[in-house]
C-alpha cells in the first residue's frame, strides 16, 4: 500500500496550491479519501474528506469556500485545490484512505508553506 502526496511548497498569502495523492497496491475506489494538516506544534486535523463514488464532501470550517477535494478513480489520485490561501494554512499535509473505519492507510505527507 502506498500513498504519496505532491504539489506543496511556497506560496504567498491570497496564492493556490493544487495537492494531489497518487494511490497504489489497495481497491482504490472502495475507499474513502481525506486530507488531514498538522501544523507545527498542534495536532493532525481533517481539512476535507471525499467518499469512495465522490459523491459526497466534507470540509472543514476552515476549508469551506477556499479548498475543494476531488478524486479520479480511473487515476487513483485524490486532489485537493487549495485556493485564498492564508499563512495559517502553513502545515504538512496528509492524505488518508479509510474503509469502513477499520482500514486506514497513511500518506508521508507534503510541506505547504504561505508566506510573504
Known amino acids: 500500500v502506498q500513498l504519496v502526496e505532491s504539489g506543496g511548497g511556497l506560496v504567498q498569502p491570497g496564492g493556490s496550491l493544487r495537492l494531489s495523492c497518487a494511490a497504489s497496491g489497495f481497491t482504490f475506489n472502495n475507499y474513502d479519501m481525506s486530507w488531514y494538516r498538522q501544523a507545527p506544534g498542534k495536532g493532525r486535523e481533517l481539512v476535507a474528506a471525499?467518499?469512495?463514488?465522490?459523491?459526497?464532501?466534507n470540509y472543514a470550517d476552515s476549508a469551506k469556500g477556499r479548498f475543494t477535494i476531488s478524486r479520479d478513480n480511473v487515476k487513483k489520485t485524490v486532489y485537493l485545490q487549495m485556493n485564498s490561501l492564508k499563512p495559517e494554512d502553513t502545515a504538512v499535509y496528509y492524505c488518508k484512505a479509510t474503509l469502513y473505519a477499520l482500514y486506514n492507510y497513511w500518506g508521508q505527507g507534503t510541506q505547504v508553506t504561505v508566506s510573504s
Open positions: 471525499i467518499s469512495s463514488t465522490g459523491a459526497t464532501t
